[in-house]
């Protein structure tokens, strides 16, 4: 059991083992997070921004159309599934209620899933292929002083 006095991370929720990846799986960051949540002397607090967002689950996978996060930030792209609708709005929407959960609970810090279109840090994908760059939440993150890393 963690302690409750260590500090509160954001972690993809996915990472922590829920089942709520577009494919109805996890991605378990199994004892590599275990290894970082002990050296950030942290505790997880699992979300998944897709899913606040108002997605379910399964879900038909989807991506940043053509320019990247920043660019749907500012509402000049969007987020589309294979089957080309349009999931902008509950990507932003899960988004906003990532940061607002940080921001409520003074979480400084997030550990999140890479190659994710909401939570890649340092690769994410763009017209269905992956790329260098965050995904939707992860920019907004760090666009708010959010220190965001990926696994």
Not at 114 to 126: M, W, Y
Request: proline share 6%.
């Amino acid at each position: 059991m963690q302690d409750a006095n260590t500090s509160p991370v954001l972690v993809s929720a996915c990472l922590c083992g829920r089942e709520c990846r577009y494919d109805g799986g996890h991605a378990s960051g199994g004892t590599k997070l275990a290894k970082r949540l002990a050296e950030l002397g942290a505790r997880a607090v699992p979300f998944c921004p897709e899913v606040e967002g108002g997605l379910p689950t399964p879900r038909t996978p989807a991506w940043i159309e053509s320019q990247g996060a920043s660019a749907v930030l500012r509402g000049e792209d969007r987020v589309v599934t294979g089957a080309g609708d349009d999931v902008s709005e509950a990507f932003l929407a899960g988004a906003r209620a990532t940061l607002k959960l940080c921001q409520d609970q003074g979480i400084h810090h997030a550990i999140l899933k890479e190659f994710s279109p909401s939570c890649g840090v340092a690769t994410t994908h763009v017209n269905g292929a992956p790329i260098n760059g965050p995904g939707v939440t992860a920019a907004l993150l760090a666009q708010n002083g959010i220190e965001t890393e990926g696994i």
